[in-house]
């Protein structure tokens, strides 16, 4: 069964305290793995789709990566606005359903 | 372009009721699934239509139906409802060419009392 599991669960950080958030799946041949963003009383917000490993995506302070077993959205210099929960999924080869990860929610203090 | 759109936004219901739920793809999108989220399990897929036809099925019990029309737009219909299936219903939609990614809707808040 496909499977994501995200950590931390919550990560408090100062501004500009740079990180990482981790996402580690197993699927049955992955088809793409995806981060949104997801603010309280909305919608996932679609930040990056990764296809294969050694992939890297880039948008202004996140920067997402990919291996055969995790990946990782770093957050550099982050700002209050960044405060959020992260979501990772995976979509396995031939399907069109999205495996969600718990989510990890993000803090950031001014 | 304008994005996926849902109705009604919030609902209150009593248990034993029906609800129908609305969403309407991004122009061009003909593949639209439904996901329901609740704390304590997460975001957990419903089922996905294509071309009116229902191509893919999570493990939710039959009250739970779904339809599609022509122009793409989807109606997801939960019977006699029950309390635990208070949760946010979001609708996502995509291009479904190949590895496409899902945008998703607000969400409809649904509260079973």
């Known amino acids: 069964e496909d499977q994501v599991t995200q950590s931390p669960e919550a990560l408090r950080l100062q501004e500009g305290e740079s990180s990482s958030l981790n996402c580690s799946y197993t699927?049955?041949?992955?088809?793409?793995l995806f981060w949104y963003r997801q603010d309280p009383g909305k919608g996932p917000e679609f930040l990056f789709t990764?296809?294969?490993a050694g992939e890297e995506k880039e948008k202004e302070r996140l920067k997402a990566t990919l291996t055969k077993k995790e990946s990782f959205l770093h957050i550099t210099a982050p700002k209050p606005e960044d405060s959020a929960t992260y979501l990772c999924a995976v979509q396995a080869r031939g399907a069109q359903k999205l495996v969600f990860g718990q989510g990890t929610r993000l803090t950031i203090n001014p | 372009k304008a994005g996926v759109t849902q109705t009604p936004r919030y609902l209150i219901k009593t248990r034993g009721q029906q609800v129908t739920l609305s969403c309407s793809p991004i122009s061009g999108h003909r593949s639209v699934s439904w996901y329901q989220q609740t704390p304590g399990q997460g975001l957990q897929f419903l089922f996905e239509y294509f071309s009116e036809t229902q191509r893919n099925k999570g493990n939710f019990p039959g009250r739970f139906s779904g339809r599609q029309f022509s122009n793409s737009r989807s109606e997801m219909n939960v019977s006699t409802l029950e309390l635990g299936d208070s949760a946010l219903y979001l609708c996502a939609s995509s291009s479904a060419t190949g590895v496409e990614t899902q945008y998703f809707g607000p969400g409809t808040r649904l509260l079973v009392l």
């Open positions: 990764l296809y294969s």
């Open positions: 699927v049955s041949g992955l088809r793409g």
